[in-house]
């Protein structure tokens, strides 16, 4: 569990009705134009024109209705105090509780200790609760302007350490999973501050990381950021070694970088770019004390670049792919920018004309009307000017929507995985399954059951294999979710899904209950996942399914031993059938019967076992990733190292060292345990070592 506060607009457009508008999810996306509403739980407390509480399951119109007036009252409030600045006259904070959906107690005692300890508790406050980032998280907005006479701001002096302490609390109060904190707890549940000094070591000694908001655009977008190129490259341990400013241009000119001041201090980013990353970050500091005054670079020849960074997708495989996205991009631009400022050369016009028949009006009245009449025949003209303009500039908004769709749907793709996902409606199967990749790599459990949710899933095939089934083999119309996900319409409501993120044949209620809609889902199952299938669903789901298989003659198996030996017994009942047929039709010709082997066994029937009820599957593998999300895997399997963890199917998870781990396939006659120190050949071989390691021999 763990908080952090979003910092305020800087541009001053920042309101009470915006912030509480994006809690509640009433703002409409930009390309689709759909309310999003997504918040699960909303709580107002502290006002006046609404009842404080909890809100759950109302409609979006009565929720719209009740977030506005909230709003009105949290910023009327907050305009009463003229002396501090629009930026800080809200606070923000959201507080991450990883994939578990907290309960109604954990939330109150988060919403009520966080409030108290900033000393907000008595202000206008609003919290919703939120899952579309794959994690539960809770968004906590707060007036910092008191409701009393004198509305003065509060500070949030320290609020970091005091939220920080907060958490601790909850966590051991609740008995949450413990994250890393400002804070350490004894076992006896004692909390003490980490000294400053060891907080700034351990963070010094991790510099090579990114921010959150830039691995949230790498994941979002598919592309590899500067940061994380300046990181593979080490690019601070090539800068440190300058003597002078003039050194460190020199050296940052040699990767095609610039370095520029920066508020308190400097950044390097690329050259003729924006944003970069704080020398800090990569382990440069103090450089004034030690150059003096900054100084900018000297005019001069520049020596070509050895390398520089130039924007690329974060897997490997899709260079080819990014490649044609960057020029259709670059190619789809002009025409975007012309319709662009079309449609804004448009709306200014149609706002002058406006503005000139306006002016008219006012003359011919003063010039043709006197006293009263005047003044009455003014203030309506000026009112219907007002409403003209508001009317107008709702029509404006629904224009410029409009056109964001049409460039949506013209366009290569704002991100390089919307080019993938536009590719892969084409028929490129290739960009299917990078689209696939992408949204498999960063896939939660949450992500998982929200999608389930949103497509009503009640039952799924799945296996440990996982191979591209080509969309041919189902012959029916299909889109593509944006996470790489192809939902099949069978017809008649029948829905079966081939989900990339929870690596699953899934199926609705109406194709749940069709023999045919489960024939198919077996099938392409067995093409995706192999031929040992697992189902989730219910027990008349998962009886049919076997029935079916058995019907159809589908060559399948299935890993629930009650369910395979339903499926054995059927297949021998069916035997045995076709067996009595031929023999009545052997007889019937008057043909002599011949004896029927009882050497079989006697089929005995399966008793019933209860067969558990559906749920996402979760391969082990992503199950170990949502608990381990500070490591990161790697594909270089070669090599030496611990064993961190075996799971469920026999893979097992390889210490790559600096935080990364390799996933290796299971090892046959080789027993492994946690904590083994293991060298992987180049063909894949495995070898126990001893506390010296292979190298080391």
């Not at 013209?410 to 993938?420: A, C, E, I, V």
């Not at 009640?458 to 790489?484: C, D, P, S, W």
Request: glycine residues 8%; contains cysteine; positive net charge.
């Amino acid at each position: 569990m763990i908080s952090k506060r979003i910092a305020g607009r800087k541009d001053g457009k920042s309101s009470a009705t915006t912030a509480l508008r994006y809690g509640e999810g009433l703002t409409p996306d930009r390309e689709t134009g759909l309310i999003l509403d997504k918040s699960h739980r909303t709580r107002l407390g502290n006002f006046g024109l609404v009842d404080d509480g909890v809100y759950e399951g109302l409609n979006i119109t009565e929720m719209s209705d009740l977030i506005n007036m909230a709003a009105f009252e949290m910023q009327s409030n907050c305009d009463l105090n003229t002396r501090v600045g629009v930026d800080k006259k809200l606070a923000h904070f959201v507080v991450s509780y990883n994939q578990v959906k907290p309960s109604e107690a954990v939330l109150r005692d988060t919403e009520d200790s966080m409030l108290s300890v900033m000393a907000l508790d008595e202000n206008h406050f609003a919290t919703f609760l939120h899952n579309d980032n794959g994690y539960w998280h809770l968004h906590i907005f707060v007036s910092r302007i008191e409701k009393g006479s004198l509305h003065r701001g509060n500070a949030l002096w320290h609020d970091q350490i005091n939220r920080d302490k907060v958490c601790c609390e909850v966590e051991i109060r609740h008995n949450l999973p413990r994250d890393n904190h400002l804070h350490i707890a004894d076992e006896l549940g004692q909390i003490a501050e980490i000294p400053r000094e060891e907080r700034r070591a351990k963070r010094d000694s991790n510099f090579l990381s990114v921010s959150d908001r830039t691995r949230t655009t790498e994941i979002y977008s598919g592309e590899k950021s500067f940061q994380t190129w300046v990181n593979e490259i080490r690019i601070g341990d090539r800068l440190k070694h300058a003597k002078s400013w003039q050194d460190l241009h020199a050296a940052a000119a040699a990767y095609g970088c610039e370095v520029k001041p920066k508020g308190a201090g400097y950044v390097i980013i690329p050259v003729g770019e924006k944003g970069g990353i704080q020398l800090s970050k990569i382990g440069l500091k103090n450089l004034t004390f030690k150059f003096g005054a900054f100084q900018n670079a000297e005019p001069g020849q520049q020596a070509q670049p050895d390398t520089e960074y130039k924007p690329a997708p974060t897997l490997a495989k899709a260079a080819s792919h990014y490649d044609q996205w960057s020029v259709a991009k670059d190619t789809f631009k002009p025409i975007k920018t012309a319709l662009i400022n079309e449609q804004r050369e448009l709306h200014r016009q149609i706002r002058k004309n406006l503005q000139v028949q306006h002016k008219a009006n006012l003359e011919k009245i003063r010039a043709g009307t006197k006293g009263q009449d005047r003044f009455v025949a003014v203030s309506v003209t000026k009112m219907e000017h007002a409403i003209a303009l508001a009317i107008l500039e709702d029509q404006f908004a629904h224009n410029r929507q409009v056109l964001h769709k049409q460039l949506a749907e013209q366009g290569p793709g704002n991100t390089f995985r919307d080019y993938l996902v536009k590719e892969a409606s084409n028929g490129d199967e290739l960009a299917l399954t990078l689209a696939q990749k992408y949204a498999a790599q960063h896939a939660t459990k949450v992500t998982r059951q929200q999608e389930a949710d949103y497509l009503q899933i009640v039952a799924a095939a799945t296996g440990y294999e996982n191979k591209l089934a080509q969309r041919t083999r189902l012959n029916f119309t299909h889109r593509i979710e944006r996470n790489g996900t192809v939902i099949y319409d069978l017809g008649r409501g029948r829905l079966l899904t081939d989900s990339a993120i929870s690596k699953q044949v899934q199926l609705n209620n109406m194709a749940a209950n069709s023999p045919e809609a489960i024939s198919t889902a077996l099938q392409f199952a067995s093409a995706r996942f192999g031929r040992t299938l697992t189902l989730y669903g219910t027990q008349e789901f998962q009886r049919l399914a076997v029935e079916t298989a058995v019907n159809k003659g589908l060559a399948i198996n299935f890993a629930d031993p009650t369910l395979d030996a339903y499926r054995e017994k059927l297949l021998l009942d069916k035997q045995k059938i076709a067996f009595n047929h031929r023999k009545q039709q052997s007889l019937r010709h008057g043909q002599k019967g011949e004896e029927i082997s009882q050497s079989r066994h006697e089929i005995t029937p399966v008793a019933e076992s209860p067969i558990k009820a559906f749920e996402p599957a979760i391969d082990p593998l992503q199950e170990w990733k949502g608990a381990n999300p500070e490591m990161v895997q790697t594909y270089s399997q070669e090599g030496e190292g611990k064993v961190l963890h075996v799971l469920s199917d026999g893979r097992w998870i390889q210490n790559k060292g600096r935080g990364n781990f390799a996933v290796q396939p299971s090892s046959l006659g080789v027993q492994l345990q946690v904590g083994n120190n293991v060298f992987v050949g180049k063909n894949g071989s495995v070898e126990l070592l001893s506390d010296k390691s292979k190298l080391a021999r």
